[in-house]
């Protein structure tokens, strides 16, 4: 499923010769689905991360260039699949982990990474949103978290939360600490 302005969309493959759903944003440029979970195919890594279930897993199609930080708030265990892909958030933290036990791992034979534009981190660990819960953070052994020579790799923050980081993979940066603690 995919909502895009207030229309949901759900693909699945089909059988049927010539099926090849097309959908089109603002400006008629077709867009492809960024993330899929089992079968179903998503258009935003945030409503794949929605709508994912308890113990299923959002696995991305495509390197993917976030304009907006991906909220992961959900309470809720579930795992998130670079599946081979990069994912960087342009301007901005890439992922925000404000909820559950989220996992990043990823299926592809090569390390993977999760990077950064902005001046903060590639991936905020906690939140300031009042709603006291505990969110853990696993990061595969193919992960790389990266935070470039302008920001952190993982900032933990969060008055209302208690945040636990679990790092089999890599966290790193050139411009500052690979791992920040914050409030």
């Known amino acids: 499923s995919a909502k895009i ?25 077709t ?23 308890s113990q299923g897993t959002v696995k991305l ?16 265990t579930y795992t998130l699949d670079l599946a081979g892909y990069d994912l960087t958030g342009n301007g901005r933290a890439a992922i925000q982990v404000a909820g559950g036990n989220v996992t990043i791992e990823n299926s592809g034979s090569a390390k993977k990474k999760i990077t950064t534009t902005a001046s903060t981190a590639a991936i905020l660990l906690g939140s300031n949103d009042g709603n006291n819960r505990n969110t853990l953070l696993t990061i595969g052994e193919k992960v790389c978290v990266d935070g470039g020579s302008t920001a952190a790799g993982i900032l933990l923050q969060g008055k209302a939360t208690r945040e636990t980081l679990n790092v089999q993979g890599q966290v790193s940066a050139t411009g500052h600490s690979a791992i920040v603690t914050g409030d």
């Open 61 to 76: 199609l495509a390197n993917l260039t976030l304009t907006e930080t991906t909220v992961m708030d959900k309470e809720k």
């Open 31 to 53: 867009l492809d689905p960024v993330a899929s979970i089992g079968e179903d195919k998503y258009f935003t890594l945030k409503d794949a991360v929605d709508i994912v279930p």
């Open 5 to 29: 302005d207030g229309i949901v969309a759900k693909l699945k493959d089909s059988s049927v010769t010539g099926y090849n759903p097309t959908i089109k944003d603002e400006h008629g440029n």
